[in-house]
């Protein structure tokens, strides 16, 4: 039985059909921002899928027993996220979940796959060059030395998600481009018996560049997450350098904070 004060719903038709909302009208927490989690997690979770239609703001709020301005707040903060989309003449419709990669030595294509996100990859680059300051000083090795440079396109549910630039050494191992499209670097490493053991990583944040827009389905000036690591085997050596950007609206990065007494 709910709870005073909560009011728990199925919603039938469009991609609601069936999906069961508990909205507690006596809670603190403002309904429209409880609509929203319930339906952000049912996009995490694929329960609404991208492309769903969930009608438009008048059907919702019959079909919830909200007023419209509360629908609406609810689903412009998901618009907003990214998450869903209004289009004329249709309703609302799901885009896509953000991803939400943990904090730890694991690689994207790894992350996408264990979410269900559908990665596909599209090298761009897989050529040598002469090491660059910052790229000898990370693998430890002298300015101009031969590396091999890779820059791949990762998507996920056909959508661009992040543009990786690689350095490693050239020795390290054969990177096929038909293999990096098919699979995760680290992958590939693992494979060939590489134990990753520690990175060093930095997180950042900037606008887009006009190209870099352009390559991730971006307005120019939008917000892209930025990370550079190097990660070290188990011996202590440098295996890969990378500098990697991902678009703020499909991508977080989510960690836990630990209280030091």
Do not use: W
């Not at 919830?64 to 609406?72: D, I, M, N």
């Not at 990859?121 to 050529?127: G, P």
């Not at 699979?183 to 190209?211: D, K, N, P």
Request: aromatic share 4%; glycine share 10%; proline share 5%.
């Amino acid at each position: 039985m709910a709870k005073t004060g909560e009011r728990t719903r199925a919603v039938s038709g469009s991609a609601l059909d069936g999906l069961p909302f508990a909205l507690d009208r006596s809670s603190p927490v403002p309904l429209y921002y409880q609509l929203a989690q319930q339906l952000e997690s049912a996009i995490e979770h694929g329960a609404l899928a991208p492309g769903n239609l969930l009608g438009n703001e008048i059907d919702l709020s019959t079909r919830l027993g909200l007023s419209r301005p509360t629908v609406r707040q609810a689903i412009q903060s998901l618009v907003d996220k990214g998450l869903l989309v209004r289009r004329r003449g249709v309703g609302t419709q799901v885009v896509h979940s953000q991803v939400k990669r943990p904090l730890e030595l694991s690689s994207l294509y790894d992350d996408l796959e264990a979410a269900g996100q559908g990665p596909t990859t599209h090298v761009l680059r897989n050529e040598r060059v002469p090491a660059g300051p910052d790229v000898a000083a990370a693998l430890g090795i002298a300015e101009g030395a031969e590396v091999t440079r890779l820059e791949r396109l990762r998507s996920a549910h056909g959508e661009p998600v992040a543009s990786l630039c690689n350095y490693l050494p050239p020795a390290l191992f054969d990177l096929d481009t038909e293999r990096l499209e098919a699979t995760g670097l680290y992958h590939l490493m693992r494979a060939t018996g590489i134990t990753l053991h520690s990175a060093r990583q930095t997180v950042g944040a900037r606008a887009a560049t006009a190209e870099e827009a352009g390559r991730l389905g971006e307005e120019e000036g939008a917000a892209l997450l930025t990370m550079q690591r190097t990660a070290y085997d188990d011996t202590g050596r440098p295996v890969e350098y990378g500098t990697h950007i991902y678009r703020a609206s499909r991508y977080a990065f989510d960690f836990q904070l630990l209280v030091r007494g």
